[in-house]
C-alpha cells in the first residue's frame, strides 16, 4: 500500500481556506494600511485584542502593556485573553 501524502502541508491548507484580505490584515505593510485595518476595526468591534489596540492608537504592543500594567488603559481577560473595551479606549482618547 502506497503512503499518499497530500501535495500541500496542513498549514498550507488552512491559509488557502482563510480569505485573502484576513491574511493581508494579520502583516500590514505600510502605515496606510495600519489606517485601513484601524477604521476596520473601529466600525464593528466592542474589545480589541492587545495588538489591535496599539494598532488603533498607532503604539506599540508593549506600550499598551506598560499603559494596562500602570493604570493608564483598561482592560478586561476573557477565556485567558486580554482584551481592551472600546469604551476603555474612547476614554484614554477623550472620546
Known sequence: MQNSRPSVSRQQARLQSVPILAIESLKPAS???NDVIARNLQSVRLS???NEAAVLLG???STVNRMIAS???QS???LS???VPKQALDQLLGG
Open 81 to 83: 485573553r486580554r482584551l
Open 48 to 50: 480589541y485584542s492587545v
Open 76 to 78: 478586561v481577560t476573557a
Open 59 to 61: 503604539v506599540s504592543r
Open 31 to 33: 502605515k496606510q494600511s
Open 71 to 73: 493604570g493608564d488603559l
